[in-house]
């Protein structure tokens, strides 16, 4: 016996009730580090050999702990896992001897499974990535052996997780049974099972399948089979998937309501349709054609359609082909139809009807636009009012917006000689006033930065701003904006490819463009105080870069930036009018300049903007 137990692989110790050591073989020694032959270990004292080899394993006190339940408890224990700190897993097993029911020691057995183990874990992992693609397939999907009988279920098969681990191993007519549901189904799908198993030419076979959903709707369901096979021609197993088809047949039965009502939808269309030939005969009209005209639309068929509609002008007097061989269809044309009361307005709609390539007639539709064409005279005065009004309301505005500033500047020089009067003293009540004269300069100041906005718009608007176009050095007003702003505490980093770029531009509105976008970068920053700016000038355009690393802004955001007073929806409590941008964009307008935004939220923006250098 010691022969074997001294060539397996397996450690080997036994003990006896006094935990002296009675075997061990050179695979025990090997596995735990002991540099000594197994013989002389006989009679080894082994009650502290477990906290003498606990630094091998990963859960120490564990180690110890189990040993010691096990040596208490003295029940057969096989399969126990042990994870030790080289990367290894062992197996170890636990077995008490008895003698005449008198406990006289115990064997321990540990086996190294690490590659086992690890090859588990990697089947287990590819197994469960299968299964999660499986269940996020937006199908139900079903796996079953050549008996039937369920080998995987996916979640949108059936939701509840247990009756999914249930259902393995088992079949329709079981589920059924154990869920009250039909056995005829169970029946059906059996039927189509078996007949998808008998087709050798391991074609996929499919039906459909109805029932009503608890409250009441029907639900229908495509459901497909296929066989998978051994090498040997005999089945592996068998996918099956169902695919929800409710909206395409409730889509059906629309469809065919929708073709029984189409006679009646077109007979009792306020618009003619009409179809004529190639020679522009009539071939249809519906009875709108009787409404419009007061004439019959059956006396029409076969009658040329030039006979009712006139034209005043040579032009449009031009033959129906004529009028559409450019591009074989007819948008809009307006011409005067004859009727039973006079004549009356009509737009003409008409498109070619081609079979295999060939113009063969044409379709089309009549719109009377008589009292659109009055109602257009009226909405042309009306628009005329509006933009009497729109100028009106310009230039109150502009009034308002001046009107507003003597009374701010008045209020900003009374806070401020509050101030300078309340510093002279030195007590609380001071203090509280400069605090409270500070709130109200600032608020003074964004009321004012929104005047001069409001005033700027208005003026906009009322095309009251031109353009002072002269040579000027793009460079040094860059570098005047940043000094400007050194106050800021930002490290503002300005890279150029050329020491100077002269352009051709108005000066005042580059430094307004310039300022609010520096500005801005400044203002929505977050805790990193640094704005590069990049100014490249190529062959035909300047292009300048303003990039920050502030709180960015939102991507549903980004195309209505330059809407008047929108503002960003991440914006918080952070001061703004909402009309920088706008004018922005407008004086870059001038410079027939344009603005793209480049924006990734709370990493940060760039605006950059593209300038011909020739206008």
């Not at 004529?276 to 040329?304: C, H, M, R």
Request: aromatic share 10%.
């Amino acid at each position: 016996m010691n022969v074997v137990l001294d060539a397996s692989n397996t450690a080997m110790l036994l003990e006896n009730e006094l935990r002296q050591m009675e075997y061990v073989n050179q695979s025990f020694c090997n596995l735990f580090n002991i540099d000594a032959q197994p013989e002389s270990l006989i009679g080894m004292d082994c009650s502290q050999a477990a906290e003498y080899n606990k630094v091998l394993f990963i859960d120490e006190d564990g180690f110890v702990d189990s040993i010691n339940n096990l040596l208490k408890n003295k029940i057969r224990v096989v399969g126990e896992l042990l994870f030790m700190k080289s990367g290894k897993v062992l197996e170890r097993d636990y077995i008490p001897i008895f003698k005449e029911d008198i406990y006289i020691g115990h064997m321990w057995s540990y086996k190294d499974i690490t590659e086992i183990f690890e090859l588990n874990k990697k089947l287990e992992q590819q197994k469960k990535f299968y299964e999660d693609i499986l269940n996020s397939l937006p199908v139900d999907v079903a796996v079953f052996n050549d008996k039937h009988q369920y080998l995987f279920v996916n979640q949108v098969a059936i939701a509840d997780k247990d009756v999914r681990e249930w259902i393995v191993g088992k079949d329709d007519f079981e589920y059924a049974t154990e869920r009250n549901k039909s056995i005829e189904a169970a029946a059906f799908r059996r039927k189509l099972f078996n007949n998808t198993i008998q087709n050798l030419n391991g074609e996929e076979s499919e039906y459909e399948e109805g029932h009503t959903r608890t409250d009441g709707t029907k639900q229908y369901i495509l459901r497909k089979m296929k066989p998978v096979y051994n090498p040997d021609k005999s089945i592996k197993i068998v996918v099956g998937c169902g695919v929800d088809i409710t909206k395409r047949v409730n889509s059906e039965e629309k469809l065919q309501l929708s073709e029984a009502k189409y006679k009646d939808l077109v007979n009792n269309l306020q618009d003619i349709i009409f179809n004529v030939d190639i020679d522009g005969y009539f071939t249809f009209l519906n009875p709108a054609w009787e409404k419009i005209t007061g004439y019959k639309a059956e006396d029409f068929i076969g009658k040329n359609y030039s006979q009712y509609f006139i034209n005043s002008t040579p032009e449009k007097s031009a033959s129906f082909r004529d009028l559409i061989e450019n591009n074989n269809a007819i948008k809009d044309q307006v011409y005067n139809i004859k009727t039973l009361l006079g004549s009356k307005t009509v737009s003409v709609y008409s498109e070619a009807i081609i079979v295999k390539s060939e113009i063969i007639g044409y379709r089309g539709t009549v719109t009377d636009i008589t009292d659109r064409k009055k109602a257009e005279e009226q909405l042309m005065l009306a628009m005329q009012r509006e933009k009497e009004l729109n100028e009106l309301k310009s230039k109150f505005v502009g009034m308002v917006s001046h009107e507003f500033r003597t009374p701010l500047a008045t209020i900003s020089s009374s806070v401020e000689l509050i101030k300078l009067i309340s510093e002279k003293s030195q007590d609380d009540l001071t203090d509280r006033i400069i605090k409270h004269t500070n709130k109200v300069n600032e608020q003074i100041k964004r009321m004012t930065e929104l005047m001069n906005e409001v005033l700027l718009i208005s003026k906009i608007e009322s095309g009251g701003i031109s353009a002072n176009f002269e040579e000027s050095d793009l460079i040094h007003l860059v570098n005047e904006i940043k000094s400007e702003h050194s106050f800021s505490g930002f490290n503002i980093n300005i890279n150029s490819n050329r020491p100077k770029m002269m352009l051709r531009m108005d000066k005042n509105m580059m430094r307004h463009i310039l300022n609010n976008l520096f500005s801005n970068a400044i203002k929505y920053s977050l805790s990193k105080k640094l704005i590069d700016v990049n100014v490249d000038h190529r062959e035909s355009f300047i292009k300048i870069e303003i990039k920050d690393y502030g709180i960015g802004i939102p991507a549903e955001d980004l195309e209505k930036l330059f809407t008047s007073f929108f503002r960003a929806s991440n914006i918080r409590n952070l001061p703004g009018t909402g009309l920088g941008l706008v004018v922005v964009k407008y004086f870059l307008d001038l410079h027939k300049g344009h603005i793209d935004v480049k924006s990734k939220i709370n990493e940060g923006s760039s605006f950059i903007i593209t300038i011909p250098t020739t206008l």
